[in-house]
C-alpha cells in the first residue's frame, strides 16, 4: 500500500503505521488522518486509496455536498482531486526541511463527468531523485482523472515546486 521514500519523512512516517492495519480499514483511516492535516480535503471527504512514494490515487464520490447545478462534481472539486493527489506525491517524498508550493495548476474540462471521480498521480526515478535532493526545484506531476463511466472527464497539468521551509 504504501512505499517509503528514500529518506523518510514526517508524512511518510506517520502513513508507515497504518501499516500493521487491515488492508480494509487503511483507506478510511489514513483518508481522516489527511483530512486533518489538509482541511479543505476533509470538507471534500476525499478518500485515499494508496499513497507510495510513486503513486497515490484518490477518490471523490458524487454526492451533494461537492456537486454543481448539474448533479455532477464541481469543477473546483475536479481541481481539488487533481491538486491533492499530485501534492501528496510530491508531499511524500519530499525531506521534512522544504516546503512544498503548487506552481501552476491547469485544467481543462473536456465533457461531462459521470458519477464518481479517481485521480491517479505518478512520479518517475528520476523525478522523485529530484524531490529528495535538490534544496529546491519545481515537477510536473503527470495525473490522470477518470470517472465512473471510465472517460477522462478532464486533463490536467500540475506543476509543483519546493523551497527550503526557513528562508535564508
Not at 39 to 46: K, R, Y
Not at 86 to 91: E, H, L, Q
Not at 92 to 100: A, E, F, H, R
Amino acid at each position: 500500500m504504501s512505499t517509503a521514500p528514500a529518506r523518510p519523512n514526517q508524512l511518510s512516517r506517520t502513513l508507515s503505521k497504518f501499516q500493521g492495519l487491515p488492508a480494509g480499514l487503511r483507506p478510511a483511516l489514513m483518508s481522516f488522518l489527511l483530512g486533518n492535516i489538509v482541511p479543505f480535503v476533509g470538507t471534500a471527504s476525499l478518500r485515499f486509496d494508496e499513497i507510495s512514494s510513486q503513486r497515490v490515487v484518490v477518490r471523490i464520490r458524487n454526492r451533494r455536498k461537492v456537486q454543481n447545478h448539474i448533479k455532477g462534481v464541481h469543477a473546483a472539486a475536479m481541481a481539488l482531486l487533481a491538486e491533492t493527489a499530485t501534492g501528496f506525491c510530491v508531499g511524500v517524498n519530499l525531506p521534512d526541511d522544504k516546503l512544498p508550493l503548487i506552481k501552476s495548476l491547469k485544467v481543462d474540462y473536456l465533457k461531462r463527468s459521470q458519477g464518481d471521480m479517481t485521480a491517479v498521480a505518478q512520479l518517475r526515478p528520476d523525478q522523485i531523485q529530484q524531490i529528495t535532493t535538490q534544496d529546491k526545484g519545481e515537477v510536473t506531476v503527470p495525473v490522470s482523472i477518470t470517472d465512473d463511466s471510465g472517460g477522462e472527464p478532464i486533463q490536467c497539468e500540475m506543476v509543483w515546486a519546493w523551497v527550503p521551509k526557513v528562508r535564508r
